[in-house]
């Protein structure tokens, strides 16, 4: 294509008036921050055009970990919800919402929330709460803090509260291993899951396996104790001896 040179003239003018339509923005510019300063305005911040990455790390952590699955999940990081950033806690949430929250990948947005109600003695939120910082969604990984609601809520009734404490005795992830009191826990969340619930389902079949690889004395001392704690809670046993 063939090009056409300017003359001198015409290509200096455009450079003044470039320069001058550089010098009126920056007039406008000026006026408009005196202006946003005499009424007490905030600049309007400019945006960096980089929009926040999909939670995806932990879409595949079922509902309920099944204890005897040969494949371990993978370890993740999560983000520190303990941070400044309150996460998303100035918003009007009920239980649903944070439940809804979790089953999206919102992880710091529901332990943003659960915090609050925890710390209320609330048992689904203690239990919830105590997953996540067992599994490390949306905050770090702590088992003590996970034991500590997950035994809280395991006291209110809550089964899959129950269930996991036994996969925390099984695997001795933050206590000592202990396969005695990891099968009480599990009959206990078997008794305490209603009837028709997958969470019943699934404690059942995780006690099953762990009654078949542990010897008669440790079945029949798991038993007892489980009995004597859901007494001593005066809960309802509807378990049947081994």
Same mark, same amino acid.
């Given at each position: 294509?063939?090009?056409?040179?300017?003359?001198?003239?015409?290509?200096?003018?455009?450079?003044?008036?470039?320069?001058?339509?550089? $010098?009126?923005?920056?007039?406008?510019?000026? =006026?408009?921050?005196?202006?946003?300063?005499?009424?007490?305005?905030?600049?309007?911040?400019?945006?960096?055009? !980089?929009?926040?990455?999909?939670?995806?790390? /932990? *879409? +595949?952590?079922?509902?309920?970990?099944?204890?005897? @699955?040969? @494949?371990?999940?993978?370890? @993740?990081? $999560?983000? !520190?919800? #303990? $941070?400044? *950033?309150?996460?998303?806690? +100035?918003?009007?949430?009920?239980?649903? !919402?944070?439940?809804? $929250?979790?089953?999206?990948?919102? /992880?710091? &947005?529901?332990?943003?929330?659960?915090?609050?109600?925890?710390? +209320?003695? /609330?048992? +689904?939120?203690?239990?919830?709460?105590?997953?996540? /910082?067992?599994?490390?969604?949306?905050?770090? @990984?702590?088992?003590?803090?996970?034991?500590? &609601?997950?035994?809280?809520? =395991? %006291?209110?009734?809550?089964?899959?509260?129950?269930?996991?404490?036994?996969?925390?005795?099984?695997?001795?992830?933050?206590?000592?291993?202990?396969?005695?009191?990891?099968?009480?826990? &599990?009959?206990?969340?078997? %008794?305490?899951?209603?009837?028709?619930?997958?969470?019943?389902?699934?404690?059942?079949? #995780?006690? *099953?396996?762990?009654?078949?690889?542990?010897?008669?004395?440790?079945?029949? %001392?798991?038993?007892?104790?489980?009995?004597?704690?859901?007494? #001593?809670? %005066?809960?309802?046993?509807?378990?049947?001896?081994?």
């Amino acid at each position: 294509m063939r090009t056409r040179l300017l003359p001198a003239i015409a290509f200096a003018s455009l450079l003044m008036l470039g320069h001058a339509s550089a $010098a009126r923005a920056q007039q406008q510019q000026a =006026a408009q921050a005196q202006q946003q300063q005499a009424s007490g305005a905030q600049p309007a911040a400019q945006s960096s055009g !980089d929009g926040a990455q999909p939670l995806t790390e /932990y *879409d +595949d952590v079922p509902p309920g970990l099944m204890m005897m @699955k040969t @494949k371990a999940m993978a370890e @993740k990081t $999560a983000p !520190d919800a #303990d $941070a400044s *950033d309150n996460g998303g806690a +100035d918003q009007i949430m009920n239980m649903a !919402d944070i439940q809804n $929250a979790y089953q999206r990948g919102e /992880y710091a &947005l529901a332990a943003a929330h659960l915090k609050t109600i925890a710390n +209320d003695s /609330y048992p +689904d939120a203690e239990e919830l709460l105590g997953i996540m /910082y067992l599994n490390g969604q949306g905050v770090k @990984k702590n088992p003590g803090k996970a034991i500590k &609601l997950l035994t809280s809520a =395991a %006291n209110a009734g809550r089964g899959l509260a129950a269930h996991y404490l036994g996969i925390v005795y099984y695997t001795g992830n933050g206590v000592q291993q202990n396969v005695v009191t990891a099968t009480m826990w &599990l009959y206990i969340a078997v %008794n305490n899951n209603p009837a028709g619930n997958p969470d019943k389902a699934r404690a059942q079949s #995780d006690l *099953d396996n762990m009654l078949a690889q542990i010897g008669r004395r440790q079945r029949e %001392n798991a038993y007892g104790l489980a009995q004597s704690w859901l007494q #001593d809670h %005066n809960m309802t046993s509807t378990i049947a001896a081994p």
